[in-house]
C-alpha cells in the first residue's frame, strides 16, 4: 500500500539558511499534517492542512510556513534557520471519515543546522 | 484534548504479555483513545483506538473500563522488535475534529531476551 513520501531525507544547512521540506501524503488522504521532533523530545504539533486550506496551528515558530498545494502535497518552507530547529520533520496524513487520528507518518526528514 | 498519565518505563522480556495503563480522568464524553507506537528515529504508528470496552486487532488489545477514566493497552507475547515508545492520546476523533495529535510523554518498553 501507498505510504506517506517525505523529501528530502536528510538535509544539511548552515544557520540563516533556508530549507523546504516535501510531503506527499497517501492517496485520497485530505488532511495532512506536520510535526516536529527534537533529539529525546516527544513529537511536537507544527501546523494541519484540510482540503488545501489551513486547519490548525501549534508550536510553529513565525520562520516557518507551510502549505498544501492542489495535488494535495505540502511543502514546510523554513527560513534564518537556527540550531535549535535541528529536529526529525514528520508528516502525516489522514482521511476524516476513517477518523482524524489514525493518521500515517511519513519516515521524516532529519534537519541538521550547523 | 483531555490529560493522560502513563509509565515513564516499563521492561519485559521476551515471550510475555505486556499490558500499559494510560490514565484520562478528564476523558469528554466524545473522546477517543488512541495508541501509537514510535521506534528510534522512525515516525509514529498508529496501532489501535478504541471508545469502550474492548477493541482487538492483529496487534494488540485496548481494554477500557465503563467509566473510561483509564485504557490499558495489552501486547501479547512480545519480542524484541516490540521494543518502542508508546503513546496513549485522547480526543475527539471523528465529528469534524482537526486531529492534530497532542503527546504527552510516552512510555518507553524495553524488552529483553
Known amino acids: 500500500a501507498a505510504g506517506v513520501i517525505q523529501s528530502p531525507r536528510h538535509l544539511i544547512k548552515e544557520k540563516r539558511e533556508t530549507a523546504t521540506l516535501k510531503c506527499y501524503p497517501i492517496?485520497?488522504?485530505?488532511?495532512v499534517y506536520w510535526y516536529q521532533q527534537g533529539p529525546g523530545q516527544d513529537p511536537q504539533f507544527l501546523i494541519s492542512?484540510?482540503?488545501?486550506?489551513?486547519?490548525d496551528k501549534g508550536s510553529i515558530p513565525d520562520r516557518f510556513s507551510a502549505q498544501q498545494f492542489s495535488d494535495y502535497h505540502s511543502e514546510l518552507n523554513m527560513s534564518s534557520l537556527e540550531l535549535g530547529d535541528s529536529a526529525l520533520y514528520f508528516c502525516?496524513?489522514?482521511?476524516?471519515?476513517?477518523?482524524?487520528?489514525?493518521?500515517?507518518f511519513g519516515p521524516g526528514t532529519r534537519l541538521t543546522v550547523t | 484534548l483531555a490529560k493522560t498519565t502513563q509509565p515513564i518505563s516499563m521492561d519485559s522480556y521476551e515471550g510475555q504479555e505486556v499490558n500499559i495503563t494510560c490514565s484520562h480522568n478528564?476523558?469528554?464524553?466524545?473522546?477517543?483513545i488512541t495508541w501509537y507506537q514510535q521506534f528510534p528515529s522512525q515516525g509514529p504508528r498508529f496501532i489501535i483506538q478504541?471508545?469502550?470496552t474492548k477493541v482487538t486487532n492483529e496487534v494488540a488489545s485496548l481494554f477500557i473500563p465503563a467509566d473510561r477514566k483509564s485504557s490499558t493497552l495489552s501486547l501479547p507475547r512480545v519480542s524484541l522488535s516490540d521494543t518502542a515508545v508508546y503513546y496513549c492520546?485522547?480526543?475527539?476523533?471523528?465529528?469534524?475534529?482537526?486531529?492534530?495529535?497532542?503527546f504527552g510523554k510516552g512510555t518507553k518498553l524495553s524488552v529483553k531476551p
Open positions: 478504541g471508545y469502550k
Open positions: 478528564n476523558i469528554a464524553t466524545n473522546d477517543y
Open positions: 492520546l485522547v480526543g475527539a476523533a471523528y465529528g469534524g475534529s482537526q486531529g492534530n495529535l497532542i
Open positions: 492542512f484540510y482540503e488545501k486550506m489551513q486547519s
Open positions: 502525516a496524513s489522514s482521511s476524516r471519515l476513517a477518523g482524524a487520528y489514525e493518521q500515517y
Open positions: 492517496p485520497r488522504h485530505d488532511t
